[in-house]
């Protein structure tokens, strides 16, 4: 460097600082040891230097055990039951939120496909086959309203695939997604952490490709809307709809770029693109896919995560276990108070929340200059039901993590049970979490106070 360039470079420093050199401008990584300046060379207040909120909803199907699920006292003092055991060392960063339920889940008859779609919404889940209806859930609210910040609205996960059978009548794409786009279409699910890295790092010239495809699509489309009934063009529209999402994102992360303020402490992947083929062991997916989580997050690429550690009415098989032997999750949970399934129950109930203290466990661990990805996030643990022998939904297990941005305060139990039915819905949980993520709503679902206490 020349005498003349870094006399350049040690005056008037500042976060927004480019090293220009034979015509080309790169921009400088973010320094947390660096004040932000005012083109006056004054120092600007710093609120564009604090990380963006993210939160990650995890789903396990089939409720707990509920000998063994329970907390008490706070803060370092606070003990988990056997079922919440992986938590324990994350027990600060935690707040357990007992008694919330969907009061259209519990009316609904359909002990299983009537009470899971609608975890995150709220609503009444159609009984008619013919009609696949649910409603919109909170996270892709979350993604309209803040999606257009990052080259993802969301990231929705999960590790068994959608299910196309019917099963009492009901379509399973009932018991495969919690997370729904609109009322009558799930959001995509991916569980090809393959597919998820690419959708993740999807580099510059798989933007153009996409770029070429949407626009032959959205051609093909228009010319197509004039030909067909009335009743079709709204289905079109629909479509239409989803490619400009697609659109949107597509250019967002060709424009992508920081000049001020905070930046993603990770610019490249810090972890191998994984193998084109599904995983065939269990951990070994679900850790890959929680890694996808944090990597997203970390990169900045999205700010709003669903992951399905298994679907409702889960085929998978939990052999893999210490003690569990010979039976599917479905089989362990509708165990009819047989000592010898709930103990496997139990194991399956640890295995699921060990997950959850793996994505604390890295979270925790990644500094965005000062503060934890964990301290930045809001993330929660559930099941839509709590007694799975039973099909109990009127008390879902919640567990939330992590700190929002400073918005809320964990080491503590919230325990709603006492409460009237007007004051435990899990859709004013879903407010509260809204506002903490900067969007206000006047209602959600059934809901339009927040949840007292949190």
């Known amino acids: 460097m020349s005498r ?4 350049h470079w040690t005056t008037g420093l500042s976060r927004r600082r480019f090293l220009a050199g034979t015509g080309v401008n790169l921009v400088l990584p973010w320094l947390c040891s660096v004040p932000l300046r005012a083109e006056s060379g004054k120092r600007s207040h710093d609120d564009h230097a604090k990380p963006p909120k993210r939160f990650a909803c995890l789903y396990f199907s089939n409720g707990v055990e509920p000998a063994h699920w329970w907390a008490k006292g706070s803060g ?3 003990e988990l039951g056997p079922g919440m055991k992986p938590l324990q060392p994350h027990r600060e960063e935690l707040v357990i939120v007992d008694g919330l339920f969907n009061a259209q889940s519990v009316a609904n008859p359909s002990a299983h496909l009537g009470r899971m779609p609608n975890l995150l919404s709220g609503a009444w889940v159609s009984l008619d086959q013919n009609d696949i209806r649910v409603g919109r859930t909170m996270d892709q609210v979350l993604g309209q309203q803040i999606g257009g910040q990052t ?12 299910e196309l059978r019917l099963e009492d009548g009901l379509s399973m794409i009932y018991g495969s997604c919690i997370s729904w786009a609109n009322d009558t279409r799930p959001a995509t699910k991916e569980i090809y952490p393959s597919r998820a890295f690419d959708q993740i790092t999807g580099t510059g010239r798989q933007r153009k490709l996409d770029r070429s495809i949407l626009d032959a699509v959205l051609a093909d489309a228009k010319s197509l809307r004039g030909q067909v009934s009335h009743g079709d063009q709204v289905k079109l529209d629909e479509y239409l709809e989803s490619i400009r999402s697609i659109e949107k994102r597509i250019n967002q992360a060709n424009t992508e770029q920081r000049l001020e303020g905070w930046r993603p402490s990770l610019i490249e992947p810090d972890m191998a693109r994984p193998d084109n083929e599904l995983p065939q062991d269990v951990p070994t997916h679900m850790r890959l896919i929680l890694d996808l989580i944090v990597l997203a997050f ?3 690429k999205t700010r709003i995560a669903t992951c399905m ?7 998978m098989n939990f052999g893999f276990l210490e003690g569990v032997q010979g039976s599917l999750h479905l089989d362990l949970t509708h165990n009819g108070r047989d000592p010898e399934l709930e103990a496997m129950y139990l194991r399956t109930n640890q295995f699921h929340v060990g997950q959850f203290a793996y994505l604390l466990d890295r979270m925790k661990k990644i500094d965005e200059g000062g503060r934890s990805l964990l301290e930045s996030s809001l993330l929660m643990l ?8 039973r099909h109990q939904a009127d008390r879902m297990p919640i567990v939330l993590a992590g700190q929002g941005g400073g918005t809320l305060k964990t080491g503590r139990i919230l325990n709603c049970l006492d409460r009237p039915d007007d004051d435990r819905r899990a859709c004013s949980l879903y ?8 969007v206000e709503l006047p209602q959600f679902g ?4 927040r949840l007292a206490g949190l």
Request: net charge negative; hydrophobic share 35%; aromatic share 2%.
């Open 4 to 7: 003349k360039k870094q006399t």
């Open 76 to 78: 370092s003092d606070m």
């Open 151 to 162: 080259s993802l609205a969301s990231l929705v996960l999960g590790i068994e695939p959608n």
């Open 298 to 300: 970390q990169m900045d």
């Open 309 to 315: 550690l298994n679907n409702d009415l889960s085929q």
């Open 382 to 389: 559930c099941s839509n039901l709590f007694d799975g022998d």
């Open 431 to 438: 407010l509260s979490l809204m506002d903490r993520m900067d």
């Open 446 to 449: 059934d809901a339009s106070n």
